[in-house]
């Protein structure tokens, strides 16, 4: 695109933004009080049914109530309300500023690490620390390394433990295991999230459950399962929007000198939708509308599909491209580049081995690689593949 036509696309979408600010009101304050308060009975039913869960159905009823409970919680209440999109009511209870969720990651480093730089340099290799959370290699552009061959496993793990990857995400943690910074450092943030982490145990995994007296375990185990459920879901919902085919990464030298309508264009194409029906859009914090999301963070979400029919269509004028598919198969799509990710091409090697930074062991592990790709590769042509 031209600078002009960025330029222009900027305005369309200034417009665009201008227009449903301008239109905030009772609507948006039904809709979130609403949600919070259907958040709230079902956290209510779902405690008052585990406390009875040695009865199978009822437990299994307030493991989905709860696990409901906390997707609102985090999605449609805590994550849109902390973007700043109700701070208009001038409610306390619903200022983005101060505003704190039921989940492991203290409010104020999610502000910083989510609002301020995920936003501010979405899928910017090497800027937007989303792109891989530290833990994981998402682009080709990270430079591979050995520790990379476990990405199946990491990204299994951070799905499971997502709250707790979320909370660890402002500590920047690939610096302890560079040796860029020292634990020292990170004591203050440390605190604060063990702060949470500490709130969140003595809640789900101690008070409640010691409440149901003999039937401590048949709690535990609902509230265990609810937050699993939480984490599995919203690792799925965020990824699918960020990560699957299609989606662009950029480099630093492109974003150089970027425009307010370049920023628009990189906002639309490092993202991805996701299709489905109201409740799912409900249930994904509007998330699913991961491209509205990243144009305009700060409107409440539940516009964002109306939203998109505006952005479709000037999308198809602008010949940009605007990606969306249903929730299995960019799942799948993003767990393929995951596990591909994990295995580098001849090039990655080589490049791995003539870094400087290369140690003995690491050398080690790339000739074990080769080897092993060298006998599959004998093996296949040895059965004919």
């Not at 990824?239 to 480099?251: A, I, L, N, S, W």
């Amino acid at each position: 695109m031209s600078q002009d036509m960025l330029d222009a696309f900027g305005r369309e979408m200034e417009a665009i933004r201008k227009k449903h600010v301008d239109d905030l009101g009772e609507r948006d304050a039904t809709y979130i009080r609403k949600i919070i308060a259907a958040q709230r009975r079902l956290e209510i039913a779902g405690r008052v049914m585990l406390e009875l869960g040695f009865i199978p159905p009822l437990w299994l009823g307030g493991v989905a109530a709860l696990s409901v409970s906390k997707i609102l919680d985090n999605m449609e209440i805590g994550h849109n309300v902390m973007h700043g999109q109700y701070d208009w009511m001038q409610d306390e209870e619903l200022n983005g500023r101060t505003f704190e969720w039921d989940t492991a990651c203290p409010a104020d480093q999610w502000r910083h690490s989510h609002n301020y730089m995920h936003h501010t340099h979405t899928n910017i290799v090497g800027k937007d620390r989303d792109v891989g959370y530290g833990i994981l290699r998402m682009s080709a552009d990270q430079p591979w390394e050995p520790y990379f061959l476990g990405n199946p496993v990491y990204a299994t793990l951070l799905a499971l433990l997502f709250e707790y990857g979320v909370a660890l995400h402002d500590l920047e943690t690939e610096g302890l295991r560079d040796g860029t910074w020292d634990l020292r450092e990170r004591l203050p943030m440390l605190r604060a999230i063990w702060g949470k982490v500490k709130g969140q145990v003595k809640k789900d995994y101690l008070l409640f459950p010691a409440l149901a007296g003999p039937f401590f375990p048949v709690v535990l185990a609902g509230n265990v399962t609810a937050n699993v459920v939480r984490n599995l879901w919203t690792f799925s919902i965020i990824f699918c929007g960020h990560f699957p085919d299609g989606v662009e990464e950029f480099t630093e030298e492109e974003t150089a000198g970027e425009t307010r309508g370049g920023w628009y264009v990189r906002q639309l194409l490092g993202s991805a939708n996701l299709t489905g029906g109201p409740l799912f859009h409900i249930m994904s914090g509007n998330l699913s509308f991961q491209i509205e999301h990243h144009l305009f963070p700060d409107i409440p979400a539940h516009r964002y599909a109306e939203i998109s029919v505006e952005v479709r269509e000037a999308c198809e004028r602008y010949g940009l491209d605007y990606h969306e598919g249903p929730l299995p198969h960019q799942l799948f799509t993003v767990f393929r580049k995951i596990a591909t990710l994990a295995v580098p091409t001849e090039d990655e090697l080589d490049e791995y081995l003539e870094s400087p930074r290369t140690s003995r062991l690491g050398r080690i592990v790339v000739g074990a690689v080769r080897g092993a790709v060298a006998g599959g590769l004998k093996a296949a042509r040895a059965a004919g593949v």
